[in-house]
């Protein structure tokens, strides 16, 4: 009880001091504080919060240049790598962030935790250090947040952006 | 069990109390900590108020964010002897230097510089004096160069080169600390007061929040206290179906100023009752700009229709009673990875990045004109009103330098635009026509890269806000409140702006 006290007043005297309420030389207390204006509905013709939101990844578009297999062996290949990233956040607070070799080289123990974790099935790292989809081209990790990544294959032609690219 | 182990599952336990303590008691002075600072903002702006016309000026800051991450490599580009090597590295992206738009700037930093061909305008107002260039801006946690960012010596922004985190770190200018206010609102909670709760007039108080967004929710206004005001690029939304002064409208303000024992259905109709009066004293007051023929014309794209709505409002403040203004407009599609040139992915005067460019440029360009029209007016002018208006540009990061083949990626630092003013060279509010920051070394693994051309920032977002809230009203001795991390950095007032 005494140690509980002591560490209260610790806190307090700490506030005080951070607040610092002595500097305020004039304090006007008869005006009336009423609230700013509130924000009416957004307008049809508004911009809303989901325009300027981040880009949202687009549904997983079938590819048409890849086969059925193909397309399973690469949906298999990034269920492996999202365990794998889903992992490393549960242990660090959120993705590995930066270029594919930086992400690759934090999956495998350049981290703040030095967590090491196993090239995840499906998936190759090549000479640079960056992991590769089953066409042994680097994958493409979009970051659209600390929890959120877009996870694109170049596909069989090894090109991004094309009509065979896997995107998750 | 033996007493070895129950000494240990002891410990154990003994152990794990200290961590939930412990980890309780952090939790708790990060809680408090921010409480205080935001405590502190409104103390202080009660301290200084003076009661009736605390602002005896009228100064508007207007935030455009480019959302996506901006390739600025593109908007500034080298010319003369380093056009070689920027054409080079960019490859397929690269503009031809014959048709970039010259930039004389008035300081020589020992570069030169083109804008896109899509910016005729932005040239224009930058050898008009109007317009300011900052290089390499960034979101910052402690300066930073390319040793300490490769050896892992310094803090950096959580989940860097992420969109949504670089947008929050850009808008709080506070990457460190887990997102609760906005700078723009910061500044807000301290300035507010001055124009509303402390005039001791009621007829004499602001209309409106301080801060207004013509481009819905966004972390960079979000205060402790003020609101942002939401408006649409055709003015307040208010009842539909009632018109101002309506029997349909005095119903609802009725019932929504009846008294209410529960106190969430009080605070419900105070919000109605607010919102409906706000936005018929806002459509009242742009109103009569709404047929006005603007000299600059605004062309027909949403972020002029933004800045349209930004210049009515201004042309109506002093229907609004306000002194100080807060907008945030935003346009998409700056996440060029793909089709940022045209062509077969081969023609830079075209494609996405090209159209989004023009956009900015004429929209900005409209903009400035509406001001001072608007200044020159004899109703709703004001001598210094074109001093008393300037815009800057935000954006998630800048973009990496080399091609993907086909756009770029997000990289982290990228250069700006400081436009307003009069152009005046001794009083215009913007130092326009000069270059600020410095400019990276375009080189891959170079002094400014962190690797792939993704250049580090030279100057932090908590320096170039920090010049922009100074001149909008933030005296010396809050500017540490509103931007806590700002003693970290070399250059608290970057000089672009004339106070």
């Known amino acids: 009880m005494k140690h509980l006290l002591v560490t209260l007043l610790a806190?307090?005297?700490?506030?005080?001091?951070?607040?610092?309420?002595?500097?305020?030389?004039?304090?006007?207390?008869?005006?009336?504080?009423?609230?700013?204006?509130?924000?009416?509905?957004?307008?049809?013709?508004?911009?809303?919060?989901?325009?300027?939101?981040?880009?949202?990844?687009?549904?997983?578009?079938?590819?048409?240049?890849?086969?059925?297999?193909?397309?399973?062996?690469?949906?298999?290949?990034?269920?492996?790598?999202?365990?794998?990233?889903?992992?490393?956040?549960?242990?660090?607070?959120?993705?590995?962030?930066?270029?594919?070799?930086?992400?690759?080289?934090?999956?495998?123990?350049?981290?703040?935790?030095?967590?090491?974790?196993?090239?995840?099935?499906?998936?190759?790292?090549?000479?640079?250090?960056?992991?590769?989809?089953?066409?042994?081209?680097?994958?493409?990790?979009?970051?659209?947040?600390?929890?959120?990544?877009?996870?694109?294959?170049?596909?069989?032609?090894?090109?991004?952006?094309?009509?065979?690219?896997?995107?998750? | 069990m033996s007493s070895i182990e129950q000494d240990r599952a002891r410990l154990l336990r003994t152990r794990r109390d200290f961590f939930r303590t412990a980890g309780c008691a952090a939790m708790g002075s990060l809680a408090v900590s921010s409480t205080i600072r935001d405590f502190r903002l409104i103390n202080s702006a009660l301290a200084q108020g003076g009661g009736a016309g605390s602002f005896d000026d009228y100064k508007a800051l207007v935030c455009i964010f480019l959302s996506g991450g901006n390739d600025s490599n593109n908007l500034v580009i080298p010319r003369g002897a380093s056009h070689a090597n920027y054409a080079a590295i960019r490859q397929n992206l690269a503009v031809p230097e014959s048709e970039l738009l010259p930039l004389t700037p008035l300081n020589n930093d020992g570069n030169e510089y083109g804008f896109h061909p899509s910016c005729p305008e932005l040239a224009g107002l930058f050898h008009e004096r109007k317009l300011a260039l900052l290089f390499n801006v960034g979101p910052l946690v402690f300066?930073?160069?390319?040793?300490?960012?490769?050896?892992?010596?310094?803090?950096?922004?959580?989940?860097?080169?992420?969109?949504?985190?670089?947008?929050?770190?850009?808008?709080?200018?506070?990457?460190?600390?887990?997102?609760?206010t906005g700078w723009g609102g910061r500044i807000a909670d301290l300035l507010h007061p001055y124009q509303n709760e402390l005039?001791?007039?009621?007829?004499?108080?602001?209309?409106?929040?301080?801060?207004?967004?013509?481009?819905?929710?966004?972390?960079?206004?979000?205060?402790?206290?003020?609101?942002?005001?939401?408006?649409?690029?055709?003015?307040?939304?208010?009842?539909?179906?009632?018109?101002?002064?309506?029997?349909?409208?005095?119903?609802?303000?009725?019932?929504?100023?009846l008294a209410q024992s529960n106190l969430q259905a009080s605070a419900y109709g105070d919000v109605i009752d607010n919102a409906i009066a706000a936005g018929t004293v806002l459509n009242s007051a742009i109103e009569p700009t709404e047929a006005w023929t603007w000299d600059v014309p605004f062309p027909d794209v949403s972020l002029a229709r933004q800045l349209k709505m930004v210049a009515r409002i201004i042309a109506g403040r002093d229907a609004l009673k306000i002194k100080r203004q807060i907008f945030f407009v935003s346009v998409n599609g700056y996440d060029t990875h793909t089709s940022q040139v045209g062509g077969n992915n081969d023609d830079p005067l075209t494609g996405s990045h090209a159209n989004l460019l023009a956009e900015l440029s004429e929209s900005i360009a409209a903009f400035q004109g509406a001001i001072e029209q608007i200044a020159a007016d004899p109703t709703y002018g004001g001598g210094a009103l074109t001093d008393s208006v300037v815009g800057f540009t935000a954006s998630d990061f800048g973009r990496t330098f080399p091609t993907n083949g086909q756009g770029s990626d997000?990289?982290?630092?990228?250069?700006?635009?400081?436009?307003?003013?009069?152009?005046?060279?001794?009083?215009?509010?913007?130092?326009?026509?000069?270059?600020?920051?410095?400019?990276p070394v375009h080189q891959v693994n170079g002094p400014d890269d962190t690797s792939t051309g993704r250049w580090i920032p030279s100057t932090s977002v908590d320096e170039y806000s920090a010049t922009l809230a100074k001149w909008f009203g933030v005296d010396a001795t809050h500017l540490p409140v509103v931007f806590p991390n700002l003693g970290r950095f070399a250059t608290p007032d970057l000089g672009f702006m004339r106070s």
């Open chain 1, 11 to 168: 806190v307090f005297l700490f506030a005080l001091l951070l607040w610092r309420p002595w500097e305020s030389e004039t304090h006007v207390s008869s005006a009336p504080t009423p609230p700013p204006a509130a924000a009416p509905p957004a307008a049809a013709d508004a911009i809303t919060a989901a325009d300027v939101a981040p880009p949202v990844p687009a549904p997983t578009a079938i590819p048409t240049g890849l086969t059925g297999p193909e397309i399973q062996q690469v949906r298999d290949a990034i269920d492996n790598l999202e365990f794998v990233f889903r992992d490393f956040a549960n242990a660090l607070g959120g993705n590995p962030v930066g270029t594919n070799a930086e992400i690759t080289a934090a999956l495998q123990g350049d981290n703040a935790k030095q967590l090491q974790l196993d090239v995840p099935e499906g998936s190759t790292v090549n000479e640079s250090g960056e992991l590769c989809d089953p066409w042994g081209s680097p994958w493409f990790f979009h970051q659209l947040s600390g929890t959120r990544m877009e996870i694109r294959s170049a596909g069989k032609d090894r090109k991004l952006y094309t009509d065979d690219d896997f995107v998750r």
């Open chain 2, 199 to 257: 005039l001791l007039d009621p007829v004499e108080r602001a209309r409106i929040s301080l801060c207004t967004s013509i481009a819905g929710s966004n972390t960079f206004e979000v205060g402790a206290s003020v609101q942002q005001y939401h408006v649409s690029t055709s003015g307040a939304v208010t009842l539909a179906g009632a018109t101002p002064g309506s029997t349909r409208e005095g119903v609802v303000r009725s019932l929504a100023q």
């Open chain 2, 143 to 180: 300066p930073t160069n390319r040793a300490q960012y490769k050896g892992k010596l310094v803090a950096l922004p959580p989940q860097l080169f992420s969109h949504s985190d670089q947008v929050t770190h850009w808008q709080t200018s506070l990457p460190d600390q887990p997102p609760k």
């Open chain 2, 410 to 439: 997000h990289g982290w630092g990228g250069h700006h635009l400081i436009f307003g003013g009069s152009g005046d060279p001794a009083s215009g509010a913007v130092a326009g026509q000069r270059t600020f920051g410095t400019f």
